[in-house]
């Protein structure tokens, strides 16, 4: 296994500068999200405000990926590509999926949105799988274990009946879009790694309203979905590990996820 890269404040700098632009692409293309768009069309307005920006969308062409970035609905997991067929429509959930490299650094972070009026069910897994994920941030300082990010989301899901994705996790980021440490979102105690000032690393938790299991689509390679057509919802940030605690890179404030 490599090691963990404990960045300089010169590559944090960095990373937190495409962090926020990735934050921001979220931001932009909440004003877009809604009934009747196709995710083809979403992605095209990502790409280009990434470029305006002065910055490359990460998920293009990365290991054949063809779009600029995920959108993921309803029982997709992880991984949706962006098509004209795919239109949004009420009672949708959705997630999207924004990787930017800017001047050679990378910033990930996604965010869920509703369509109209969904199922109670389904607005209360949006609203507990964002909790998860903070759940998750909380356990972020020096000297504490990655395991116990995992455990936290764990522990507050499974007391919800949810099934936490295993087969896909978050991880280290910055000077390249995938880097050490894997980031598990359900966890034992007090395992895995031991967080140091410095680090920066994707936390991303996929929560399923039924089993925990993907599989993922035979004709295009990419589309993770829940196994047994439930629904699935995400939230993710880039996180960096500070001298007493954690900075949220990605956040940038508060967006109308609801449309």
């Known amino acids: 296994m490599s090691e963990i890269i404990i960045k300089n404040a010169e590559q944090i700098e960095g990373i937190r500068k495409s962090s926020q632009l990735a934050g921001n692409t979220l931001k932009f293309i909440s004003d877009y999200v809604k009934e009747g ?56 959930i959705l997630n999207v999926d924004v990787t930017t490299i800017l001047d050679g650094y990378y910033g990930d972070t996604s965010t869920m949105f ?38 936290a989301i764990g522990r507050f899901a499974k007391a919800k009946k949810y099934g936490v994705v295993y087969e896909f996790c978050g991880h280290g980021i910055g000077m390249d879009f995938h880097e050490e440490p894997q980031v598990e979102h359900i966890a034992q105690r007090n395992s895995g790694e031991v967080m140091q000032e410095g680090m920066i690393f994707t936390i991303e938790p996929m929560i399923n309203l039924g089993k925990a299991r993907a599989k993922i689509d035979e004709k295009d390679g990419w589309t993770a979905r829940t196994i047994d057509k439930k629904l699935s919802a995400q939230f993710e940030h880039t996180i960096l590990v500070t001298k007493d605690g954690y900075e949220i890179l990605t956040d940038v404030g508060e967006y109308d996820i609801f449309k």
């Open 114 to 151: 509703t369509i109209g009026e969904v199922s109670k069910q389904a607005a209360k897994l949006v609203e507990d799988t964002e909790h998860a994920l903070y759940l998750g941030i909380e356990q972020v300082k020096p000297g504490n274990y990655f395991g116990n990010i995992g455990f």
């Open 37 to 92: 768009v196709n995710t083809l069309y979403l992605d095209t307005l990502i790409e280009k405000y990434i470029r305006d920006n002065g910055a490359i969308p990460a998920p293009l062409n990365y290991h054949g990926f063809p779009k600029s970035c995920c959108i993921s609905l309803n029982d997709v997991i992880c991984h949706g590509i962006p098509n004209e067929k795919t239109i949004l429509k009420k009672g949708d």
